[in-house]
């Protein structure tokens, strides 16, 4: 199998796999509940086929079609065509859809080009592991899932530490073939929809650290003992018309139980070494995601913003000061991000092992700001739209033979803009910032990178530690101005 299409995906769904959705354990494949946003992400897979020229590559090893996501970094080139293809990617949902599978086969592929690391720190075997899966993931077209944050039930202590190790993943006992994993892990961004779950490291730990506890491993998503729960769901069962994203687009977020999970020794690629574990985050992590996630972040900007002018148009506003200033703000966050990833791209340079990588500082600098700047997008959509967000027909409405006439009559927009295509906007409007999915989505771009201020504080932990203050002058001595 290469590159799949949507009842290729359909079909690998088809399993054992736990999911509660509430109270109820349910089959992802056929619940009711489920469908729409199972429509949606199979749709995924199609959209890769008719836009091949920039969403599918070459394998090099079989000679067929790959997710080109997955491309391994080692040039320029390779860079490019990946933009190409997260930028194909997240316009099938104007990027709304955060964890396509392309985000976390980003990830792989670019741990799995750090072989260094993992052979400075570890044993070679666990190398070899994470080569042999990448290649599963490749020939299989297989949708990964990750959960790398532990459960923090008490924040004043860390998070391997008292009642949130308690509850951490760690290893309880070992076989001659596997380990056996128990514990918790948050949060599964599109877990019930997944192939694989992904384990692997979320942030930097402490030498003190349980070595248990320093896991990456993937499993797939029917393996025995493994608890899917989910958040509610806000996927509705609608007319896309009416519901663009609901309707199809909720990913959906799970907690993630392990209830002493086998793991096979050769599906584990870090078994309680601190370098690797540390090693994988600080050394290249974000320069490589980084580039699919910005990539994401301008597409949903730039939606949002010619979103907020038609509205604007639509209610004849658009040349009122504090409008044009609302849309200029939202304008500039998007040329913002495309500058920035332009600034990455062409700074990328050689990391170890012949690896090309974005260059890190312009990145990590969306990365501190997007958060906010996602929220305001939802705010001024807010702010322009208004009362309209509320006083919009389902677009059903306009077929009724008695109240189709008058909406036309009476609910137009400005500008020569009919009835019917008002709905369809303010409806968008309402669905992308205003409906339950909305609100999820806006708390999701609000901490799935972390939140804004400790990127921030990472950002000047890195400049201080990739500084060289001992070759620049002091700064008074720049200024001309005299010691003593």
Not at 48 to 59: T, V
Not at 119 to 141: L, M, P, T
């Given at each position: 199998m290469t590159a799949r299409t949507s009842a290729q995906f359909l079909d690998g769904i088809k399993d054992e796999r736990e999911v509660w959705l509430g109270a109820k354990r349910i089959d992802v494949s056929s619940d009711p509940a489920m469908?729409?946003?199972?429509?949606?992400?199979?749709?995924?897979?199609?959209?890769?086929?008719?836009?091949?020229?920039?969403?599918?590559?070459?394998?090099?090893?079989?000679?067929?079609?790959?997710?080109?996501?997955?491309?391994?970094?080692?040039?320029?080139?390779?860079?490019?065509?990946?933009?190409?293809?997260?930028?194909?990617?997240?316009?099938?949902?104007?990027?709304?859809?955060?964890?396509?599978?392309?985000?976390?086969?980003?990830?792989?592929?670019?741990?799995?080009?750090?072989?260094?690391?993992?052979?400075?720190?570890?044993?070679?075997?666990?190398?070899?592991?994470?080569?042999?899966?990448?290649?599963?993931?490749?020939?299989?077209?297989?949708?990964m899932t990750h959960t790398i944050i532990n459960p923090q039930i008490d924040k004043s202590i860390p998070d391997t530490m008292g009642i949130n190790g308690d509850l951490t993943l760690k290893v309880v006992r070992r076989t001659k073939d596997s380990i056996i994993v128990r514990g918790a892990k948050i949060l599964a961004t599109l877990g019930p929809f997944a192939d694989e779950l992904y384990v692997y490291p979320g942030q930097p730990q402490s030498p003190d650290t349980d070595p248990a506890m320093l896991l990456?491993?993937?499993?797939?998503?029917?393996?025995?003992?493994?608890?899917?729960?989910?958040?509610?769901?806000?996927?509705?069962?609608?007319?896309?018309?009416?519901?663009?994203?609901?309707?199809?687009?909720?990913?959906?977020?799970?907690?993630?139980?392990?209830?002493?999970?086998?793991?096979?020794?050769?599906?584990?690629?870090?078994?309680?070494?601190?370098?690797v574990y540390n090693g994988l985050m600080m050394h290249g992590w974000a320069a490589n995601i980084m580039q699919q996630t910005s990539i994401r972040a301008a597409v949903k900007l730039e939606f949002a913003y010619e979103l907020c002018v038609r509205m604007a148009q639509a209610t004849n506003c658009e040349r009122r000061p504090d409008v044009a200033t609302m849309l200029g703000e939202l304008k500039t966050y998007s040329s913002l991000t495309r500058a920035a990833i332009a600034a990455a791209e062409a700074g990328a340079s050689e990391w170890p092992n012949?690896?090309?990588?974005?260059?890190?500082?312009?990145?990590?600098?969306?990365?501190?700001?997007?958060?906010?700047?996602?929220?305001?997008?939802?705010?001024?959509?807010?702010?322009?739209?208004?009362?309209?967000?509320?006083?919009?027909?389902?677009?059903?409405?306009?077929?009724?033979?008695?109240?189709?006439?008058?909406?036309?009559?009476?609910?137009?927009?400005?500008?020569g803009i009919c009835a019917l295509e008002r709905a369809k906007l303010f409806r968008?409007?309402?669905?992308?910032?205003?409906?339950?999915?909305?609100?999820?989505?806006?708390?999701?771009?609000?901490?799935?990178?972390?939140?804004?201020?400790?990127?921030?504080?990472?950002?000047?932990?890195?400049?201080?530690r990739d500084s060289k203050w001992e070759e620049v002058p002091a700064l008074w001595e720049r200024l001309g101005m005299p010691m003593g």
């Open positions: 469908a729409g946003s199972l429509a949606g992400m199979a749709g995924y897979f199609d959209w890769q086929h008719q836009h091949s020229e920039d969403c599918l590559a070459i394998d090099p090893v079989t000679g067929e079609k790959m997710n080109a996501s997955l491309i391994l970094p080692r040039s320029r080139e390779a860079l490019d065509i990946r933009h190409r293809a997260f930028e194909r990617f997240a316009r099938y949902s104007h990027g709304m859809l955060g964890r396509t599978p392309d985000y976390v086969n980003v990830t792989l592929a670019g741990f799995t080009a750090r072989r260094d690391i993992f052979v400075a720190g570890s044993d070679e075997r666990y190398a070899q592991n994470i080569e042999n899966f990448y290649r599963e993931v490749v020939e299989k077209d297989l949708s990456s491993f993937s499993i797939p998503m029917g393996t025995k003992g493994l608890i899917t729960l989910c958040r509610d769901h806000y996927g509705v069962d609608g007319d896309p018309n009416d519901r663009p994203f609901s309707s199809r687009f909720d990913e959906q977020d799970a907690f993630m139980i392990f209830d002493d999970v086998e793991i096979p020794n050769e599906r584990v690629f870090i078994d309680g070494s601190l370098e012949g690896v090309i990588l974005c260059k890190e500082e312009p990145l990590r600098a969306i990365r501190a700001s997007m958060p906010g700047w996602m929220v305001r997008a939802n705010e001024l959509i807010k702010l322009l739209g208004s009362h309209n967000l509320l006083a919009t027909p389902s677009l059903a409405a306009f077929d009724d033979a008695r109240l189709g006439p008058l909406i036309r009559e009476f609910m137009p927009g400005a500008n968008t409007a309402w669905d992308f910032a205003g409906s339950a999915l909305g609100g999820r989505t806006e708390l999701y771009e609000r901490f799935y990178l972390a939140s804004a201020p400790r990127n921030m504080a990472l950002d000047h932990m890195f400049a201080q």
